[in-house]
Structure formats: structure tokens, C-alpha cells
């Protein structure tokens, strides 16, 4: 770990400070908070997963249908990175910071569970979750695990064991809407908090990257922890431009032990 700067010690405080003050903080996440356990962004060029693939012609609803051969191939190398996966000092922060009672909701566009895995108690998923399937014909929900080393292992595509028929992860494909309860559940969450944290999320990806847009209407005061810049970043109290996995746990310290 880099020593922190006396500019950065000081922004953690402050940080940490409107945390303190509020009596109702939400976290909005985003592929960034993952990056540290070893999942890349996927829609990074880098990657290079959306230049070597159209997203439409696999990731979309109508090409599952079409095709789940090749939707499940083209998953395979995100599926396999996302179960071998743990969660690292970021999204731990946030989760001690939920269970000592210092952040209500934790809204994130990430669809790995690696939140939930560590530790963390109220979690919004609004793009979904790769963590649980469900049958296209008889709408049976099954948790991935049950699958997932066979497909890993052997590619063998998870069907359900009642009917039969290709199960797909609970995951929201491009030309779907995102799930209505959670979306719901997370534009509540932002129009009721105090502070809003936006913790490795670069606020491309819409509608999610609106939400704190929706909290800042309501008087919200906004922190962001993000490597790069976010168009959010001028109505930001506190913006903090670093790894999160560096920063989060330092805030979280300084909010439960400072
Ligand atoms: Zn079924």
C-alpha cells in the first residue's frame, strides 16, 4: 500500500465525518469495488470482451433465447473468474460499516455476490445476480451452486430438474428491464438518505448511474471513491480519486474507531 498523502488523510476525515453525521448512508457500487479481487470490468476495452463480442447478438434476452449454447460460452470465462472470486478490503468496509448500523443499503451494479459474501446484510443487486438460476418453462429458481462446477468443469449447460428446460442466471441481459423490486427498493433508498457513498463506480452504466442524482435532489451529500473521474464529481462534497480497496477500509476505520 502507497502512503497516503496528508491531502488524502485529510478527505477520509471528511469523509468519515459526513458518515458520522448522517443518520441514514447508502453505498452505491459498481464494477470498480470488484476489480481488486481479481474481476476485471467488462466493459473495459481492455478486456475487450464487447469489442470481441455484440453484446446484443449473446448477452441479450432474444439471443439466450435464441441461442444458450452461446450465450453460456461467452459467459464461461466471466462465470469462472466470479466463482473462484473473494471479496477484498473494500467490500468488507462496507460491510462492517453496515453491521456497526453506519450504512443502511448497499445498492450495487455488480451481479458476482461478492458483497454478500462479505458479510454484508442488505444488499441491492439491480442488474441481478449470478448467484441463483431460473427455469425458462416452469420459472423453478435454483441456487447456481448446484450447477456451477459442472459448467465450470465440463461446460455442461444448468437445466432444471423438474422439466427439463435451460435455466438462465438471474442476471439482467441487455434488452431486459431492469427487476422492478430492486430498482424500487434502490430509488427509495436514495431519496430517504443523508450521504451517499458511490464506492467504484465510474456512473457510466444508466439508469443505475442516475440514482445518486435522485439522492442529491433530496439534499443528499455525496462522497465518491472511484480511480477515475465520474461526471458527479463537481457536485461531490468529497471525491476521492484512488483504489478503493485502499480507501474504504481507512474510512471505515476512521468511522468506527476515529
Ligand atoms: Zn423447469
Redesign the pocket.
Known amino acids: 500500500m502507497s502512503r497516503a498523502s496528508p491531502e488524502i488523510i485529510h478527505t477520509i476525515a471528511l469523509a468519515a465525518d459526513l458518515i458520522k453525521k448522517s443518520h441514514r448512508t447508502v453505498s452505491l457500487t459498481g464494477a470498480g469495488i470488484s476489480t481488486p479481487s481479481g474481476i476485471p470490468d467488462f466493459r473495459s476495452p481492455q478486456v475487450g470482451l464487447w469489442t470481441r463480442y455484440e453484446p446484443m447478438e449473446v448477452a441479450s434476452l432474444t439471443a439466450f433465447r435464441h441461442n444458450p449454447e452461446q450465450f453460456y460460452n461467452w459467459l464461461h470465462p466471466m462465470a469462472i473468474q466470479m466463482h473462484t472470486a473473494q471479496p477484498n478490503p473494500a467490500h468488507q468496509a462496507l460491510a462492517r460499516l453496515q453491521n456497526r448500523g453506519f450504512l443502511s443499503v448497499i445498492i450495487t451494479q455488480n451481479i458476482d455476490g461478492l458483497h454478500a459474501r462479505a458479510g454484508a446484510t442488505d444488499v441491492v443487486e439491480v442488474h441481478g445476480t449470478l448467484d441463483t438460476m431460473t ?1 425458462t ?2 420459472y ?1 429458481q435454483y441456487p447456481s451452486s448446484l450447477f456451477i462446477e459442472d459448467y465450470i468443469d465440463h461446460c455442461i449447460i444448468p437445466t ?1 430438474q ?4 435451460i435455466l438462465k442466471p438471474d442476471v439482467i441481459l441487455y434488452d431486459e428491464q431492469l427487476p422492478r423490486k430492486s430498482w424500487l427498493k434502490a430509488e427509495e433508498a436514495c431519496k430517504h438518505c443523508e450521504v451517499i457513498l458511490v464506492a467504484g463506480s465510474s456512473l457510466e452504466v444508466m439508469p443505475a448511474a442516475k440514482l445518486p442524482i435522485e439522492a442529491l435532489k433530496n439534499g443528499a451529500r455525496l462522497i465518491i471513491v472511484n480511480n477515475s473521474e465520474t461526471y458527479l464529481d463537481c457536485r461531490a462534497e468529497v471525491v476521492i480519486h484512488a483504489d478503493v480497496a485502499e480507501i474504504l477500509p481507512q474510512i471505515a476505520d476512521e468511522v468506527l474507531n476515529g
Open positions: 427455469c418453462n416452469c423453478q432444471c423438474k422439466c427439463g428446460s
